[in-house]
């Protein structure tokens, strides 16, 4: 059973700039700190910054999220990461991996090294349906990502193979996003706007669909699920 607790709302500037609505994008959660961004950033907490993607560049961009005059300031920037646009990137936590979805529907998998991406693989598997969410996780070895068509993939990311799909109540709807638990596994998907839990192996732990605004992300926590009063999601909302 999973309890849902009420909604808290505050706003945030990340990410935001050149975004006509407030719809939350990706939420990092750092020292019992929820942060939001922009749907077209994401976060990579451990090193104060985020990713944006989205530009005419076909590439993204790093900037800084500390919290002083260095707030949203560009990092670095790296052009032509695919041959179309980027539809949606992600870091690992400790910032030492980048995936990058493409709107032709290929993942493409890159290596953090001083501010230089290092091109490793380009993942296919999506059939033609541009990549919406991505998720990464070091500690795990596992990629995840979802399409415009519902589905869910894993990959390996020591073998840079497929491992399995997830299965989906919300069939053919989009997926909106994708989020690992680095504690135990755990895969946190927002398909529609049905909020599903699938343990490690890919069995059904949980489901929500009764939102009172609609949700644009949702990410794990690192909180065990078994723990009776623990936070295991937290979601983000067009509002």
Partial sequence: RVQFSSAVTDTFKFGLIG?????VGDL?????????LGRMCSSVPKTKKY?????????VSFHS??????VNNLVSIHDGLHRAP?????ASN??????TGCVDSTLRVWRVRNEELVYKST????????????DVSSEFSTIASGCDQGRVLLWNLRTLCFVRELPQASEGEPVLSVSINNANGNVLTLVGGVLSLFDINGNLLATHDDFESKPTCAVATDCPEWLEHGVVAVTGHVS
Avoid at 19 to 23: L, P, W
Avoid at 30 to 35: A, G, V, W, Y
Avoid at 65 to 70: H, L, V
Avoid at 86 to 90: C, E, G, P, V
């Fill in 86 to 90: 980027i539809s949606i990137a992600k």
């Fill in 51 to 59: 990713v944006r993607f989205g530009g005419l560049n076909n590439g």
């Fill in 123 to 134: 993942l296919c598997g999506h059939d033609g349906f541009c990549v919406r969410a991505l």
């Fill in 19 to 23: 975004q006509a609505d407030r719809a």
């Fill in 28 to 36: 990092a959660l750092f020292k019992s700190q929820s942060i939001g």
């Fill in 94 to 99: 400790r910032g030492d991996w980048l995936i």
């Fill in 65 to 70: 999220t500390a919290r002083n005059r260095d």
